[in-house]
């Protein structure tokens, strides 16, 4: 319409692309799972897609948290994908806050909108310089910048069929894997229980679960390390990960993502399955411009499960339980800590000291008898009386 503001126009377009792609979109949303004490200042995301979480999958994880999912936004959704429109002219530090947005509301993927045929066509070039810099000095996040103008194209390049999420038995099934193993006890029974609860509640059930994005990128480093003539000196092959050192002072050649980078992994996540039209956008999105494959990487987690609930198993709280507050802070939406019931009080004090040191928000500590109950009381409800 010709009264509408131009970021308006950009919003009805992401609008309609958002539904045809069958995810919910919603304007200015302040609110995920992420605990209400975050909520102080409630940052606005102009537009989120989101997939809808099934009635069953909420109930799971209301009765798995308990009385801790007070302190969640549990909301029906989980917002895949935030954009932060701007059409005017905004300063760099106005979009530096809209790149904080994003990241407080916790969308897994994030884009900056500009209009470049705005302020003498500089919004896009401005914009890409301030996501590789976040990048750099607040780690590296999915998020990249599209211009209104890309918009058509990037529609033209998806199918308009509607995204199937359909699910079956057969399905969650063969989406299981299985542990590593060389576990006690203690820890092998806390995994069968919620691998049985996981399932029961329709999620995919994944053990020793670790993203795959660590892997892509080692693959895109050798896809353009291949593509440079190899020079006299071994400068390249530090770069691109081809020789490490070891030991200090004694480099050694590799060629294998998980000798280069740590893998990290979750003792179990539950997870959904990402909608096939997403995987299409991304795939578009990188055919729309380079920036998505090399400055702003959009790597990996497109084309396998999203965990939405992470756990870590941990018989006591010692420098490894740090390790796990921060595997589950990045890797899942929620991260639970499962701990005996002696060690509870420890470990809600370590999650206290990273929330505050570390901004963590999403992770918090459950007695293992809370597991139990939380299965029990499942198996109470499903359990049919005999005829």
Same mark, same amino acid.
């Given at each position: 319409?010709? /009264?509408?503001?131009?970021?308006?126009?950009?919003?009805?377009?992401?609008?309609?692309? /958002?539904?045809?792609?069958?995810?919910?979109?919603?304007?200015?949303?302040?609110?995920?799972?992420?605990?209400?004490?975050?909520?102080?200042?409630?940052?606005?995301? #102009?537009?989120?897609?989101?997939?809808?979480?099934?009635?069953?999958?909420?109930? %799971?994880?209301?009765?798995?948290? /308990?009385?801790?999912?007070?302190?969640?936004?549990?909301?029906?959704?989980?917002?895949?994908?935030?954009?932060?429109?701007?059409? +005017?002219?905004?300063?760099?530090?106005?979009?530096?806050?809209?790149?904080?947005?994003?990241?407080?509301?916790?969308?897994?993927?994030?884009?900056?909108?500009?209009?470049?045929?705005?302020?003498?066509?500089?919004?896009?070039?401005?914009?890409?310089?301030?996501?590789?810099?976040?990048?750099?000095?607040?780690?590296?996040?999915?998020?990249?910048?599209?211009?209104?103008?890309?918009?058509?194209?990037?529609?033209?390049?998806?199918?308009?069929?509607?995204?199937?999420?359909? !699910?079956?038995?057969?399905? @969650?099934?063969?989406?299981?894997?299985?542990?590593?193993? %060389?576990?006690?006890?203690?820890?092998?029974?806390?995994?069968?229980?919620?691998?049985?609860?996981?399932?029961?509640?329709?999620?995919?059930?994944?053990?020793?679960?670790?993203?795959?994005?660590?892997?892509?990128?080692?693959?895109? !480093?050798?896809?353009?390390?291949?593509?440079?003539?190899? $020079?006299?000196? #071994?400068?390249?092959?530090?770069?691109?990960?081809?020789?490490? #050192?070891?030991?200090?002072?004694?480099?050694?050649?590799?060629?294998?993502?998980?000798?280069?980078?740590?893998?990290?992994?979750?003792?179990?996540?539950? +997870?959904?399955? @990402?909608?096939?039209?997403?995987?299409?956008?991304?795939?578009?999105?990188?055919? $729309?411009?380079?920036?998505? $494959?090399?400055?702003?990487?959009?790597? %990996?987690?497109?084309?396998?499960?999203?965990?939405?609930?992470?756990?870590?198993?941990?018989?006591?709280? +010692?420098?490894?339980?740090?390790?796990?507050?921060?595997?589950?802070?990045?890797?899942?939406?929620? %991260?639970?800590?499962?701990?005996?019931?002696?060690?509870?009080?420890?470990?809600?004090? !370590?999650?206290?000291?990273?929330?505050?040191?570390?901004?963590?928000?999403?992770?918090?500590?459950?007695?293992?008898?809370?597991?139990?109950?939380?299965?029990?009381?499942?198996?109470?409800? +499903?359990?049919?009386?005999?005829?």
């Amino acid at each position: 319409m010709s /009264g509408e503001r131009p970021a308006e126009r950009i919003r009805e377009e992401l609008r309609r692309l /958002g539904g045809r792609l069958g995810f919910e979109v919603t304007s200015e949303v302040s609110e995920s799972f992420l605990p209400k004490a975050v909520a102080r200042y409630k940052p606005r995301v #102009d537009l989120v897609w989101s997939i809808r979480l099934e009635e069953t999958q909420l109930r %799971g994880i209301r009765r798995l948290l /308990g009385a801790a999912v007070a302190d969640f936004q549990m909301k029906p959704f989980f917002p895949l994908v935030g954009f932060e429109i701007e059409a +005017t002219d905004p300063s760099t530090k106005t979009q530096l806050s809209n790149l904080a947005n994003l990241k407080t509301v916790a969308v897994p993927y994030g884009f900056l909108v500009v209009d470049n045929s705005q302020a003498g066509m500089d919004l896009y070039r401005r914009a890409i310089r301030l996501v590789r810099t976040f990048n750099k000095l607040f780690g590296q996040c999915s998020y990249g910048v599209i211009d209104r103008s890309q918009i058509p194209r990037i529609a033209s390049l998806i199918s308009k069929e509607q995204a199937s999420r359909e !699910r079956s038995a057969d399905r @969650l099934e063969l989406n299981r894997t299985r542990g590593s193993g %060389g576990e006690g006890p203690w820890s092998s029974a806390i995994r069968r229980r919620l691998d049985r609860m996981g399932r029961s509640y329709a999620f995919h059930v994944r053990e020793d679960w670790s993203p795959s994005n660590l892997a892509e990128d080692y693959a895109l !480093r050798q896809k353009v390390r291949s593509s440079i003539e190899r $020079t006299s000196d #071994d400068s390249s092959e530090w770069y691109f990960g081809r020789l490490v #050192d070891w030991s200090p002072g004694k480099p050694e050649p590799v060629c294998r993502w998980n000798k280069y980078y740590t893998s990290p992994a979750l003792d179990m996540a539950w +997870t959904v399955e @990402l909608p096939s039209s997403f995987q299409k956008l991304v795939l578009a999105l990188k055919e $729309t411009s380079n920036e998505f $494959t090399y400055s702003m990487p959009i790597l %990996g987690t497109p084309f396998e499960d999203w965990p939405i609930v992470g756990f870590e198993i941990e018989r006591g709280m +010692t420098k490894h339980g740090g390790g796990d507050i921060l595997n589950l802070s990045r890797y899942s939406y929620v %991260g639970v800590l499962i701990v005996p019931t002696p060690e509870l009080q420890r470990s809600l004090a !370590r999650i206290e000291t990273y929330r505050v040191a570390l901004g963590i928000q999403n992770v918090l500590a459950l007695p293992d008898d809370r597991v139990n109950r939380a299965l029990h009381s499942r198996q109470r409800v +499903t359990t049919r009386p005999k005829a």
